[in-house]
C-alpha cells in the first residue's frame, strides 16, 4: 500500500517477475493471456445483461454488477502490464507507473472486499427478511452501500500509501514480484519502515477481519432461517441462492488466508507471487462462470440475449 522516495536517484524500479525459463514465460504469458480475455469478456457480459434485462434490475443484480466491475478493475490494474513485460523483455516500471499500480491495486481489492461483505448482507435481507426486501434495499441504500465500499478502502489505503511516499530506495531498484506490491517494495527500501510495515499490517487485518466478520454473521442468521423453512424444496432453493457467493467467498477469503499462513522465509516469497498470480487472473476469470452456472436467472437472461442477437442479425 505504499511508495515513494528518491525520485532522481532512483526513477525506475525492476520487476523481475515469476520465471526466467523461455518456455515457461512462453506458457505463462499464453495462459494469461486467456484468463485475461476471459475473465473480461465474462465479467462485462454479466455488466451488460444485468443492465438490459428487465428481470434482473434488483439489488442483488445490482452488485453483481459492481463486483463485475471491480473484477474487471483489479486484473487490469496488474496483468496487462505483466504481459507487456513478458512479451517485450522490458522488466521496467516507472516510478509513477509503479505508484498509480500500486494505488489502484489496493483500492480496487480493499473496494472488493467491502462488497463482499455487502452482498452477504443483502441475502441475509433476501433470506430473512423477504417481506421487508425492497423497502430495506432501496435504490438509494444500494447506491449508499457502494459509495460506502469505495470510501471505506480509500480511508484504509490512504494513510500507509502518505507515509510510504516519504520511503528512499538508495541501495537496490530490483522488486522481487510481477507487480508493485508493498511487501516487497517495503524490503528494498533503505528507510525506516517499521511504522508502515506495521500500518500495512494493521490495514490488511482489519479489512480481512471486519469484512469476514460482516460475511460469517450474515449467514450464521440465513443458515439459521433456512433451517427452520417447512420444506426441503424452499431449503435448497435458499441455498441455491447464496451457493455462488459463499463459493467466490472462498476462494478470495482462502487464498489471502493461505498467503498469510507463512511455509518458510525461503519459499515464502515465491508462494505469494503464485497465489498473487491466482488472485489477479484466476478468480477474476473463475467469479462469472460460478455466478452464471449457478444462478438459473442469469442463465435465462443470457440465453434471451443470444436469442435477441440471433433474431437481429438475421433482419
Known sequence: MLIGGNQTALPTFILLGLTEDPRLKILLFIFLFLSYILSISGNLTIITITLIDSHLKTPMYFFLQNFSFLEISFTTSCVPRFLYNISSG?????????????????????TDFFLLATMSYDHYVVICKPLHYLTIMSNKVCKNFILFCWVAALMIILPPIS??????????????????????????????????EQMVIVCAVLTFIITLMCIVLSYIYIIGTILRFPSAQQRKKAFSTC??????????????????????????????????????????????????????????????????IAFLSKM
Open 90 to 110: 522490458d522488466k521496467s516500471i516507472t516510478y509513477n507507473a509503479c505508484v498509480s499500480q500500486l494505488l489502484f491495486t489496493d483500492l480496487f481489492a480493499v
Open 243 to 308: 451457493s455462488s457467493h459463499m463459493i467466490v467467498v472462498s476462494i478470495i477469503y482462502g487464498s489471502c488466508i493461505f498467503i498469510y499462513v507463512k511455509p518458510s522465509a525461503k519459499d515464502e516469497v515465491a508462494i505469494n507471487k503464485g497465489i498473487s498470480l491466482l488472485i489477479t487472473s484466476v478468480s477474476p476469470m473463475l467469479n462469472p462462470f460460478i455466478y452464471t452456472l449457478r444462478n438459473k436467472q442469469v442463465k435465462q437472461a443470457f440465453h434471451d440475449s443470444i436469442k435477441k
Open 163 to 196: 507515509l510510504g511516499l516519504g520511503l528512499e530506495f538508495c541501495d537496490s531498484n530490483i522488486i522481487d514480484h510481477f507487480c508493485c506490491d508493498a511487501s516487497p517494495l517495503l524490503k528494498i527500501s533503505c528507510s525506516d519502515t517499521w511504522l508502515i
